[in-house]
């Protein structure tokens, strides 16, 4: 990253990447039963919640090209360790940089149409490949907070007391320190 990056995509793709990767790291500290503890929020469990967040990347990227839809990796029998998702979601964070080029090239401000499965039946929307970026992008950003959720209710020493602060301004704040070496300082 420049020292100050610029560009809205860069910015909403490597955030969404590392804050996906924050909450798995907290996951990789509690057990495979509160892994797959079931709670009334979200999909259900950290497993499903982290899995829905690194499936719909792969999904919209598979959308925003027009290709067809990949089968999801949501359904894997077995399901996934969070080292397992933390692979996918270097995949999919990938994928999309990919997309964003693709996209870029064929114009952001192309319109596509996305056939979504709903419970009263397929709907078709129209949007910009603009718009699908932005939404894939800042789709996990509701399923994160559903995580946090999740793992203050498991009351896990360490991980539930020391949930950390992932908003994009986390992150700029330590790429920019990680660049140039300026961190910055609380006001008095």
């Not at 996906?20 to 079931?38: I, N, S, Y």
């Not at 946090?148 to 020391?162: E, Q, T």
Request: net charge negative; glycine share 8%.
């Amino acid at each position: 990253m420049a020292e100050h990056s610029h560009d809205p995509y860069h910015i909403l793709l490597e955030h969404n990447h590392w804050a996906t990767g924050v909450v798995l790291d907290l996951c990789a500290k509690v057990t495979t039963a509160q892994w797959h503890q079931r709670f009334e929020i979200g999909p259900g469990s950290l497993h499903d919640t982290i899995g829905h967040i690194v499936g719909a990347m792969f999904r919209w990227a598979d959308r925003i090209l027009q290709r067809e839809v990949r089968p999801s990796i949501e359904k894997i029998e077995g399901g996934h360790s969070p080292h397992g998702l933390m692979r996918l979601l270097e995949n999919a964070s990938s994928e999309l940089r990919d997309v964003i080029t693709e996209s870029r090239r064929l114009g952001m401000d192309g319109v596509i149409e996305i056939t979504l499965p709903r419970s009263a039946g397929p709907t078709v929307y129209r949007m910009t490949r603009s718009g699908a970026i932005v939404h894939v992008l800042s789709h996990g950003n509701y399923h994160r907070s559903q995580c946090m959720n999740m793992l203050r209710h498991l009351k896990v020493p360490g991980v539930s007391d020391a949930i950390p602060d992932t908003d994009v301004s986390e992150w700029i704040a330590m790429e920019v320190a990680r660049n140039t070496g300026f961190t910055p300082v609380p006001m008095p």
